[in-house]
Structure formats: C-alpha cells, structure tokens
C-alpha cells in the first residue's frame, strides 16, 4: 500500500513539473566501457554516481576483457552499424585512429572554458588531441612497472624489497619455499605484454624508447631484446599450472588472498586490493618493478566522445566536464588505483601508493624518463601493439625460443608499422 502511495506520488510530481522534467530525463550518456571488476566498477560508480547528481542518465555497455581488447571489437561493430555510443573508454593510440577515421566529437568549448590545456599534462594531450581539437577527456594515468607484493609473505621472506633482477629471483625462489604461488599471472596476451613492458623497462631508459617507442630495428633484434625474453622465460617458472586464460583480477586475488607472493601489474590492481578492505603498507607493498625507479610507463584511460546526434551533444559535454573536475579526479582515482590526469589536483586523499604515483610520475616526466606503456597502447597504434603482443605470448608459452623470438620481433614490427 505505502508502495503505492509513492509511485503515484511521484508520479504526480513529475506531471506537475512538465516539459522541464522531461528533457532533464532525456540526458542521457551511454558509455562503453571494460571496467568489470569489483575495484573497476567501484571506480566507475564514483563517475555514474557524479552525473545522476548532475541530471544524467547512465546507460552502461560494459566489455569484459582488460586491457580493452574485447571492448575495441565491440566498438569497431557499434560504428560501422551506425550506432556510436556517446563516450568510450580508450587508450592512446586508439583514439587518434578514431580520430583519423572522423569519427569524434569536439569538446574544444569546454576545453575553452575550462582551461584544459594549462592542467592536463602534455604527455596526456598528445592523445586528446588531434589535429589541434579536444576530442578526449582523461580520467587518470595509470602505469604498467608496479609490483603488488603480499606483504607477510614478504616480511617472512625477510621484508626487504628486491632492489634489482637478481634480488626479485631470490624474493621468488623464498616464495617458492613457502609453499605459494611466487608469481600470480593470468595467460593472457595483454598481460603477457604488461610484465614485458616492465622486463624491457628494467634493461634501460634507452632501451625501453629505441625498443618501443621508435621501434629501432637493431634494438628490437638486440642481445639485450634477447635477454629480455630470457628473463620472461626465467618469471614464467613461478607462475602456478593453471595461469592459462585466468583474469587479472582473479591473480591480484591470489596475492590478496595470501595464496601468491606477488603480481606483476599496472596500478588498476591496488583498485582490488582496497575493494578487499587491504591497507598498503600493512597487507600489501607497492613498488616500482625491480631496475625501473625512477622510470615510468604509462597508460591513460580517457572518455574518446564519438559524434553523436545534437540533441546528445550537451549531456556528451557535461559528462567531459564532471571528469575533468579536479573534485572528482581525486575521488575517482583515490578508487581506480591511477593518479589524476590533471597537474593540479593536491594528493591529500591518496594512500602511501597513490601519493608514491603522483610524485613518481611528475618526476619521471621533468627527468625525461616517463614513457608511453606499449602493452596498454601509448607507444604504438593497435596493429603494433597486437603484433609484439602476439611474439611475446608464444615466447611466453615455450613456443618460441628467445633466440626466435628476438628474430619474429623484428619481423613483426616491420610487418605491422
Ligand atoms: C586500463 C585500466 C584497466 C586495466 C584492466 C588498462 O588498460 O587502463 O583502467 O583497469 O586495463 O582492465
């Protein structure tokens, strides 16, 4: 009965309030996306949730698949049916390729207006922008050289961080002893790429930039690209039988779950970790991949605003705006586990790894040492990216040896440039 009572009560408001309520209730975003996992989709509650307090609807079209993968082929049918969502999540290079085909909106006004250009850093702008227009609003930067460590399983181990690659191996073979998982991994291509990014990152700044970033031939064909696979070869003997195919959620929950020593994963991995209730410091140690301090490689999440029809267009705008409001760029990435995309926005809200995110990545950048992550498309467009991906998961998985690998590296690259 009281049900009744509401419905009808509400209802009556919304007669009463007219034409007014109405096109209120028609903005509306509908917003593709691959943040599924409960620290994802807690993140991604703090965006839905600021827009209903702004009057816009959320109509999800969630992709599972990290790293995005799954979600870029749902997008490519979306389009060429005619059918663009208002906003997608997307990484680098992909956006300029939509961009290049025509198919995205401008939000150079409220770029205008909201100075975007003076507070989003350059090395963000190079993908949300294309051709001198705003086509993008950046949620946050990420970065791929982290390492997630169960911390009792570290403290007896003798609670020293591994400094370089021999001490990580000795960290590993004592994890080993235990009786866990030293490596929690998940079989995936995309995840493959994310501890090489870190391998190659370890073997030298200059490295990682002729490697990936100007694709050098030499470099790719290298003895050091060599001992790059050697070293995946050497991590892959501490992943447990069933890594195959499993999600990398499902392995940061084997460190969270004191089943596994460590995981090898981009920042989006804390996002678990505090879902699970874990503090840093006291259940879990972040630090940079053994050899990388100092350096950074990075990956952004960024809103690409696709052309849509112009009664979409306002609430497309209000959406780019409430994420690049400095007020949700830190409640937002407080959450996701990635620091803001915005210069100015102050770290008071950050745990010990955030605030360590912040200050690493605005270090990495003055010394010219923060780099585009290649396994989460900031150092080259897809067709690149999916042929490395391709060389270092069948190394990965012994189908290659390191001598062949370097030799299908070189080849692939050249073949996709
Ligand atoms: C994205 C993250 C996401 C991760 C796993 C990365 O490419 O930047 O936001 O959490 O993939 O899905």
């Not at 096109?23 to 593709?32: G, K, M, T, W, Y």
């Not at 010990?352 to 010394?367: M, V």
């Amino acid at each position: 009965m009281r049900k009744f009572v509401t419905t009808t009560a509400i209802a009556a408001v919304m007669m009463s309030l007219g034409g007014g309520m109405s096109a209120r209730a028609a903005e509306n975003v509908e917003v593709l996306h691959w943040w599924t996992s409960g620290g994802e989709a807690a993140a991604l509650d703090v965006l839905k949730k600021d827009l209903e307090s702004k009057g816009i609807s959320w109509t999800d079209m969630p992709v599972a698949g990290g790293g995005g993968t799954e979600a870029m082929t749902v997008l490519r049918a979306r389009v060429t049916a005619g059918n663009a969502p208002t906003a997608v999540q997307m990484l680098g290079f992909d956006i300029l390729d939509w961009a290049k085909e025509g198919a995205l909106g401008n939000l150079d006004e409220v770029a205008a207006q909201e100075g975007w250009d003076k507070v989003v850093p350059t090395a963000l702008q190079q993908f949300s922008k294309y051709d001198g227009h705003w086509i993008a609003a950046p949620v946050n930067v990420h970065s791929t050289n982290w390492v997630w460590i169960n911390k009792a399983a570290l403290d007896k181990a003798g609670g020293k961080e591994p400094a370089n690659w021999d001490e990580l191996i000795v960290l590993l073979d004592k994890f080993k002893e235990q009786g866990i998982t030293p490596v929690a991994h998940g079989g995936q291509p995309w995840q493959d790429a994310t501890i090489f990014d870190a391998v190659v990152l370890s073997l030298g700044n200059d490295f990682y930039k002729k490697a990936f970033i100007d694709l050098d031939p030499a470099t790719l064909g290298s003895p050091q690209m060599k001992e790059a696979f050697d070293r995946m070869t050497k991590l892959r003997s501490y992943v447990d039988d069933n890594f195959s195919g499993r999600d990398w959620n499902l392995a940061s929950a084997m460190v969270i779950e004191d089943k596994a020593g460590l995981q090898f994963m981009g920042d989006w991995a804390k996002g678990e970790f505090l879902k699970a209730g874990k503090k840093p410091g006291t259940d879990f140690v972040c630090m940079r991949f053994p050899g990388t301090q100092g350096s950074v490689t990075f990956n952004s999440d960024q809103f690409a605003m696709f052309k849509v029809a112009d009664d979409k267009v306002p609430a497309q705008l209000k959406m780019a705006s409430a994420i690049e409001s400095p007020t949700f760029q830190s409640a937002f990435n407080v959450v996701k586990g990635s620091v803001p995309a915005r210069t100015d926005v102050p770290d008071t809200d950050f745990d010990d790894c955030g605030k360590k995110g912040i200050k690493d990545l605005a270090e990495a950048n003055a010394s010219g040492s923060l780099y585009g992550s290649m396994a989460h498309g900031h150092a080259n467009p897809a067709a690149v990216k999916n042929a490395i991906y391709d060389v270092v998961t069948r190394q990965f998985n012994g189908e290659l040896s390191s001598e062949e690998a370097v030799t299908e590296l070189v080849a692939a690259v050249e073949g996709a440039k």
